[in-house]
């Protein structure tokens, strides 16, 4: 992959190729960004810049290796989970082909497209001190090429306490002519030793335009239809095409979402009604984990959007519902400046439990108890 096929981000490709040929390589840099920004491709870009040294392609045999992410000096780690194929001490190794194929099919891919490709079910995906292990074997090594080893981890933030204590030894005291690129959503979520050790390099989401020319040139789509997809996946271009090819199918989340506040509405002075907000308790907690979290972020972001219309902000409204008789216009006005803290306080304490492996019936019934009382004050 090379810096020409990233969208965007094109001071961070002057920083990173300038960088590079001057032979100031950082041993560790840190890529934030939000989801599909180009994190991921930007460090396989610039992996290929330094280890092929050459922008315009010219080395073939490296290009080939890349094309095929198979080159002997560029490593991976990423968050697992076990499988019926894995049964226990998951390592990224492991699942080596199924990542090759998920970047192949789409270097913007979300940590959550990954986990669905992975099968996770109620399991919480992370980086486990296997695969710092596994890290030091290949660092202990010398370069294939003779050239720079890189390991590039993506969502470090998912590196458990162990995996980070083991890779905080190897970032104190790299090998020589090795280069880490970690890779995060949640920079916060990452322990402060790592990030004192690492070159920070911060991303923007793309731009609507950005965004709508590269689903004109690469998709071929009608420019209206583009324009509309960019305002709506909001600087993330693996959004952009999950709304282009509508694959979100199999998880409803406006539905049931919609489910959601029509039941809480109904609950109120009702309470034959507590039992529809029990029994859509009972069918989110019967989802995985991850598709939980996802969900409640979702909802996050649909109660912004009715805020920002309550207030007569529609620039940034973007969210376009498809469920029947649902208009956001008319659920805006019970979302205002009076009750929209205690609602995403709420909402966010559901996903900490729920990440700590708290019981999901109980956590989501007691969230929708709340809001009933929530989404009526005034």
């Not at 100031?24 to 934030?32: E, K, M, S, T």
């Not at 729920?354 to 108890?369: H, Y």
Request: proline content about 3%; charged content about 25%; some cysteine.
């Amino acid at each position: 992959m090379q810096f020409s096929e990233i969208l965007g981000q094109d001071y961070i490709k002057n920083h990173l190729t300038k960088s590079a040929d001057l032979g100031r390589i950082p041993h560790a840099q840190l890529f934030v960004g939000p989801e599909g920004s180009g994190t991921l491709a930007m460090a396989i870009a610039y992996s290929q810049y330094v280890l092929c040294n050459n922008s315009g392609g010219l080395n073939e045999s490296c290009v080939l290796k890349f094309q095929k992410l198979s080159h002997p000096d560029l490593h991976f780690v990423y968050p697992t989970v076990t499988t019926e194929e894995v049964k226990q001490k998951p390592k990224s190794i492991d699942f080596i082909t199924d990542w090759r194929q998920f970047i192949t099919e789409n270097p913007y891919g979300s940590l959550f497209d990954w986990y669905a490709k992975l099968g996770v079910q109620n399991k919480q995906g992370e980086i486990r001190v296997d695969d710092a292990q596994e890290i030091l074997k290949s660092l202990a090594l010398k370069s294939y090429e003779g050239g720079y080893k890189i390991m590039i981890i993506w969502m470090a933030d998912k590196l458990n306490t162990a995996a980070s204590n083991k890779l905080l030894k190897l970032l104190e005291e790299p090998p020589e002519k090795t280069v880490f690129i970690l890779i995060s959503e949640n920079e916060e979520d990452i322990i402060q030793t790592i990030r004192s050790r690492c070159q920070i390099v911060h991303f923007n989401g793309l731009s609507e335009q950005t965004i709508s020319d590269a689903l004109l040139i690469r998709e071929q789509i009608d420019p209206k239809l583009a324009v509309k997809i960019a305002h709506q996946a909001q600087g993330n271009y693996s959004k952009a095409l999950h709304l282009l090819y509508d694959d979100s199918d199999e998880f409803p989340f406006e539905q049931w979402f919609v489910t959601w506040v029509r039941a809480a509405f109904k609950a109120k002075g009702n309470a034959a009604a507590i039992q529809d907000l029990i029994l859509w308790s009972e069918q989110i907690a019967a989802l995985g984990r991850e598709t939980q979290k996802k969900f409640l972020l979702f909802c996050i972001e649909m109660f912004r959007q009715a805020l920002l219309l309550n207030y007569e902000s529609q620039k940034l409204v973007y969210i376009e519902p498809k469920v029947e008789k649902f208009k956001l216009e008319n659920f805006a006005p019970f979302v205002n400046g009076n009750n929209i803290n205690d609602i995403f306080k709420e909402l966010s304490d559901a996903m900490y439990h729920i990440e700590r492996n708290g019981n999901a019936k109980i956590i989501l019934t007691d969230l929708s108890i709340k809001l009933t009382r929530l989404i009526h004050k005034k």
